[in-house]
């Protein structure tokens, strides 16, 4: 079993940033992807962006060149600098992990962004 809890959540004005970060714990495997998806009022729960434990990334073509994400693998953790915000980016914001010798995946509980026009 794995655990994802994620921080960093908020209010913030359009243009502005925000940085959110998901530590794994359990029965974590060296050999991984994190990383984040979001879903908004009345929407599916889409992909922002998710790394590799060996550094390769995928990010969604609506936040590419404003949003960056990054790992700190000794610690299981992962983070996302979101930067020049909309208010279409308002959703909330799920952290994944998943061991790539699995194919369950594991959720967190959520962090709220909010962004004002």
């Known amino acids: 079993q794995v655990r994802t809890v994620e921080s960093g959540g908020g209010l913030v004005q359009a243009g502005g940033s925000l940085r959110l970060s998901c530590a794994a714990s359990?029965?974590?495997?060296?050999?991984?992807?994190m990383g984040w998806y979001r879903q908004a009022p009345g929407k599916q729960r889409e992909l922002v962006a998710t790394?590799?434990?060996?550094?390769?990334?995928n990010y969604a073509d609506s936040v590419k060149g404003r949003f960056t994400i990054s790992r700190d693998i000794a610690k299981n953790t992962v983070y996302l600098q979101m930067n020049s915000l909309k208010p279409e980016d308002t959703a909330v914001y799920y952290c994944?992990?998943?061991?790539?010798?699995?194919?369950?995946?594991?959720w967190g509980q959520g962090t709220q962004v909010t962004v004002s026009s």
């Open positions: 994944y992990y998943r061991a790539l010798r699995d194919t369950r995946g594991y």
């Open positions: 790394q590799t434990s060996g550094g390769s990334t």
């Open positions: 359990g029965s974590t495997f060296s050999l991984n992807t």
